[in-house]
Nanobody, 120 residues
Framework: QVQLVESGGELVQPGGSLRLSCAAS????????MGWYRQAPGKQRELVAV???????TYADSVKGRFTISRDTAKSTVYLQMNSLKPEDTAVYYC??????????????WGQGTQVTVSS
């Protein structure tokens, strides 16, 4: 069984910064891509950033230049550094990881979500 536990979401003023963390645990054999998605009220869940195994990263156009995704492979953890936050960044942020375990082939796992609110 795999768990993704997120942390770091909170209320922040426009222009501020936050760092989200997501740690994977369980009977993990290997992790491919790890990434972050977000869902604002009344909107569909959208990709924010993803980091493939080995380094390549992808960002949504709306966050390029402001957000940075990184991974600590030894800790099975992915981070999202968010700078110059805007009110439109307000959403529940979800961690996603493609994981192979001792008992299952590669599949997608989701965290429970962490709320980020950007408001003055």
């Amino acid at each position: 069984q795999v768990q993704l536990v997120e942390s770091g979401g909170e209320l922040v003023q426009p222009g501020g910064s936050l760092r989200l963390s997501c740690a994977a645990s369980g009977s993990i054999v290997s992790i491919n891509a790890m990434g972050w998605y977000r869902q604002a009220p009344g909107k569909q869940r959208e990709l924010v950033a993803v980091a493939a195994s080995g380094g390549p990263t992808t960002y949504a156009d709306s966050v390029k230049g402001r957000f940075t995704i990184s991974r600590d492979t030894a800790k099975s953890t992915v981070y999202l550094q968010m700078n110059s936050l805007k009110p439109e960044d307000t959403a529940v942020y979800y961690c996603n990881a493609q994981i192979r375990t001792l008992t299952s082939a590669l599949r997608s796992y989701w965290g429970q979500g962490t709320q980020v609110t950007v408001s003055s």
